[in-house]
């Protein structure tokens, strides 16, 4: 029992120390990459947030941006990117396009990347303003302090299901 | 502008011409699919013609637009750039015969036109060296900027599985 105790408490500072070390996977494909430089930028500075080091290998990063419109076609890199991506790992669909397919609703645009990879945080606007996406990286701080990012979630269902396991076994 | 190149077609090929107009400077002529490469090559070679630029190649769906006439239309776009004149040629096509030569072996500037024409909207340009689709993946079916293509309509290559989560 008080065993458990303390690990709960460990993981909280562990998602603690995580919501203020994002490190960024920009996946850019459009306009919306602007307001992602505005955003990086000194002017609105995610460095506040501890968000401010874009890693160019997923290898390296925690967070994927998926900043703009994603086509049917580039479907299976967007997949293979996240699948790369460093555990726990965490997606933000950057405006409308990313989110839902936007005004692209035809043969080529997907109709959100949520229809490829799970999304912890979606960002409206076309494209958000600055302060929308600095809104929407706070709102995923507080989701991982809590623990409940879609793969965080996942990962504890899947530990208390093999705990479970163990003690059928046992 | 371009009259005079309209005047030598219409006394070289004659009957052989379906149509020809000359709205707001823009000279278009309309040849069947069977006398495309003939009349091509011709304003490519004759000196007086000299149609050295290939501008662009691309295909208008008439589904709706008009009730009579064939429901495809190529259309191909050439000017002369040491003569300075232009011409636009147009090829009827009925729907279930999507087919025409193709004049890539001419001005290879259109290869990849074709490609593109070929790929939104199923036209068939015989004598290519590589048609396939240029802008869509392989596993897509059908042509999506034909008229009756519906908006909808998708071919995913990658999708989540929904249960996992």
């Given at each position: 029992?008080?065993?458990?105790v303390t690990t709960?408490?460990l993981?909280?500072?562990?998602n603690?120390?995580?919501k203020?070390?994002?490190?960024?996977?920009?996946?850019i494909?459009?306009?919306?990459?602007m307001?992602?430089?505005?955003v990086?930028?000194?002017?609105?500075?995610?460095a506040?947030?501890?968000?401010?080091?874009?890693?160019?290998?997923?290898r390296?990063s925690?967070?994927?941006?998926?900043?703009?419109?994603?086509?049917?076609?580039?479907?299976?890199a967007?997949k293979?990117?996240?699948?790369q991506?460093?555990?726990?790992?965490w997606?933000?669909?950057?405006?409308?396009?990313?989110?839902?397919?936007?005004?692209y609703?035809?043969?080529?645009?997907?109709?959100?990347?949520?229809?490829?990879?799970?999304?912890?945080?979606?960002?409206?606007g076309?494209?958000?303003?600055p302060?929308q996406?600095?809104?929407?990286?706070?709102?995923?701080?507080?989701?991982?302090?809590?623990g409940?990012g879609?793969?965080?979630l996942?990962?504890?269902?899947?530990?208390?299901?093999?705990?479970r396991?163990?003690?059928?076994g046992? | 502008?371009?009259?005079?190149?309209?005047?030598?077609?219409?006394?070289?090929?004659?009957?052989?011409?379906l149509?020809t107009?000359?709205?707001?400077?823009?000279?278009?002529?309309?040849?069947?699919?069977?006398k495309?490469?003939?009349?091509?090559?011709?304003?490519?070679?004759?000196?007086k013609?000299?149609?050295?630029?290939?501008?662009f190649l691309s295909c208008?769906?008439?589904?709706?637009?008009?009730?009579?006439?064939?429901r495809?239309?190529?259309?191909i776009?050439?000017?002369?750039?040491?003569?300075?004149?232009?011409?636009?040629?147009?090829?009827?096509?009925?729907?279930?015969?999507l087919?025409?030569?193709?004049?890539?072996?001419?001005?290879?500037?259109?290869?990849?036109?074709?490609?593109?024409?070929?790929?939104?909207?199923?036209?068939?340009?015989e004598?290519?060296?590589d048609?396939?689709r240029?802008?869509l993946?392989?596993?897509?079916k059908?042509?999506?900027l034909?008229?009756?293509?519906?908006k909808?309509?998708?071919?995913?290559?990658?999708?989540?599985e929904?249960?996992?989560?």
């Amino acid at each position: 029992m008080g065993l458990e105790v303390t690990t709960s408490k460990l993981e909280d500072l562990v998602n603690w120390g995580r919501k203020f070390s994002f490190f960024t996977y920009p996946f850019i494909t459009a306009c919306c990459g602007m307001e992602f430089m505005s955003v990086a930028a000194p002017k609105y500075d995610i460095a506040r947030f501890g968000a401010e080091f874009p890693r160019f290998s997923p290898r390296q990063s925690d967070l994927m941006m998926v900043v703009g419109t994603v086509t049917e076609k580039q479907g299976p890199a967007l997949k293979r990117v996240y699948d790369q991506l460093a555990e726990p790992k965490w997606v933000i669909a950057f405006g409308v396009c990313a989110s839902t397919g936007g005004f692209y609703q035809n043969y080529t645009a997907v109709p959100g990347i949520d229809q490829i990879i799970p999304v912890d945080v979606y960002i409206p606007g076309c494209p958000p303003r600055p302060e929308q996406v600095l809104d929407g990286i706070m709102l995923l701080q507080k989701k991982v302090a809590e623990g409940r990012g879609i793969n965080q979630l996942r990962a504890r269902r899947e530990k208390l299901e093999r705990h479970r396991l163990e003690q059928e076994g046992a | 502008m371009s009259q005079a190149v309209l005047a030598a077609l219409k006394s070289k090929f004659g009957d052989a011409l379906l149509a020809t107009s000359s709205n707001y400077g823009d000279e278009c002529v309309t040849v069947a699919a069977a006398k495309l490469i003939e009349v091509a090559t011709f304003l490519r070679d004759d000196p007086k013609m000299a149609f050295d630029s290939p501008v662009f190649l691309s295909c208008i769906d008439r589904l709706g637009l008009s009730e009579s006439g064939p429901r495809f239309e190529v259309v191909i776009q050439l000017r002369s750039l040491s003569l300075r004149h232009r011409i636009r040629i147009k090829v009827p096509l009925e729907e279930n015969k999507l087919k025409l030569p193709s004049v890539s072996a001419l001005w290879a500037g259109f290869n990849w036109l074709e490609r593109e024409t070929y790929d939104m909207y199923g036209v068939e340009f015989e004598g290519h060296p590589d048609l396939r689709r240029i802008y869509l993946y392989d596993e897509f079916k059908g042509f999506p900027l034909r008229k009756d293509y519906p908006k909808d309509r998708r071919h995913p290559l990658v999708r989540r599985e929904w249960s996992d989560e």
